[in-house]
Antibody, heavy 116, light 107 residues
């Protein structure tokens, strides 16, 4: 069965970076893009962008350009998202997801907390 | 960017009741709409895609309808396990935006 397994919670200091991972299993990894989504209590769900897992090509929501960098390691069927220059506003749960007529598959979420 | 306005923000209903949640897009999204259910501490779960198609394994008491800019999710015969937050999401023309969510509680 399709599974997206994300890395664990992160506590980071303002100005630093974090890199979270999303390991896919149960399907041919390079056949589907992986998207990333941010969830906060105040702003709800926000779409960050996606990576074409075959070509490595990326699309970013304008709001997250310069904040998020998406990469992929095909050999391990893993997608990554690096968040840079962290501020308290980046505190959120981040999800990876696979689209199939809507986002049919989601990771379990990674909580990123930015605090000094 | 396409904006999604979801209503109501919260809703209280009784077991067995029929519930409707609405979403309005800022422009025509040509049925590129999905609905999700999210329970506390869990990831969102896809219920409906393409405005009215039921995702595999979703109970038939959930249904979606609409076109153009106006869409709705209906839950027939509300069950206790339906207490959750619900989100709409548009995916027209390689853009993706979520509604603000509806928190459904039991009366």
């Amino acid at each position: 069965q399709v599974q997206l397994q994300q890395s664990g919670a992160e506590l980071a200091k303002p100005g630093s970076s974090v890199k979270i991972s999303c390991k896919a299993s149960g399907y041919t990894f390079t056949s589907y893009d992986i998207s990333w989504i941010k969830q906060t209590t105040g702003q709800g769900l926000e779409y960050i962008g996606y990576i074409n897992t075959g070509s490595g090509g990326t699309y970013y929501n304008e709001k997250f350009k310069g904040k998020a960098t998406l990469t992929v390691d095909k050999s391990s069927s893993t997608a990554f998202m690096q968040l840079s220059s962290l501020t308290p506003e980046d505190t959120a749960v981040y999800y990876c997801a696979r689209e199939e007529g809507g986002f049919a598959y989601w990771g379990q979420g990674t909580l990123v907390t930015v605090s000094s | 960017d396409i904006q999604m306005t979801q209503s109501p923000a919260s809703l209280s209903a009784s077991l067995g009741e029929t519930v409707t949640i609405e979403c309005r897009a800022s422009e025509d999204i040509y049925n590129g709409l999905a609905w999700y259910q999210q329970k506390p501490g869990k990831s969102p779960q896809l219920l409906i895609y393409n405005a009215n198609s039921l995702h595999t394994g979703v109970p038939s008491r959930f249904s979606g309808s609409g076109s153009g800019t106006q869409y709705s999710l209906k839950i027939n015969s509300l069950q206790s396990e339906d207490v959750a937050s619900y989100f709409c999401q548009q995916y027209y023309n390689y853009t993706w935006t979520f509604g603000g969510g509806t928190k459904l509680e039991l009366k």
